[in-house]
């Protein structure tokens, strides 16, 4: 997955879009996610017993990922995402690298 939790991610598409927030949840079995303060529903709950009220949730939904960009923290710009093989210690290690300023996304 190019994208990760508490990646900053901007919004390409739909009401939200040019808005820049961090994930919060992925599934990348249907390559989903979540965003915090971005794609808000709204869930109504019916009051459960006589003395309480309703109540009205807001929550972040999830979106498709072909709907946002990395953000990278190195130049703060939403950029694609390459990979680089680099030689550890402990072995090789697959790395996210943003494809405008070449530095390591970690």
Same mark, same amino acid.
């Given at each position: 997955?190019?994208?990760?939790?508490? $990646? #900053? /991610?901007? *919004?390409?598409?739909?009401? $939200? &879009?040019?808005?820049?927030? @961090?994930?919060? #949840?992925?599934?990348?079995?249907?390559?989903?996610?979540?965003i915090e303060g971005l794609?808000?529903?709204?869930?109504?709950?019916?009051?459960?017993?006589?003395?309480?009220?309703? !109540?009205?949730?807001?929550?972040?939904?999830? =979106? $498709? =990922?072909?709907? =946002? =960009?990395?953000?990278?923290?190195?130049c703060g710009k939403?950029?694609? /995402?390459?990979? &680089?093989?680099?030689?550890?210690?402990?072995? #090789?290690? @697959?790395?996210?690298?943003?494809?405008?300023? #070449? !530095?390591? *996304?970690?």
């Amino acid at each position: 997955m190019k994208i990760k939790k508490s $990646d #900053q /991610v901007k *919004i390409l598409t739909g009401k $939200d &879009k040019g808005k820049i927030g @961090k994930v919060l #949840q992925v599934f990348p079995e249907n390559s989903r996610a979540s965003i915090e303060g971005l794609n808000l529903l709204v869930k109504h709950l019916r009051p459960r017993r006589n003395n309480e009220k309703g !109540q009205r949730l807001e929550f972040p939904a999830a =979106m $498709d =990922m072909s709907n =946002m =960009m990395l953000v990278c923290p190195h130049c703060g710009k939403a950029t694609r /995402v390459a990979y &680089k093989i680099l030689e550890t210690p402990k072995g #090789q290690k @697959k790395t996210r690298i943003c494809k405008k300023c #070449q !530095q390591n *996304i970690e």
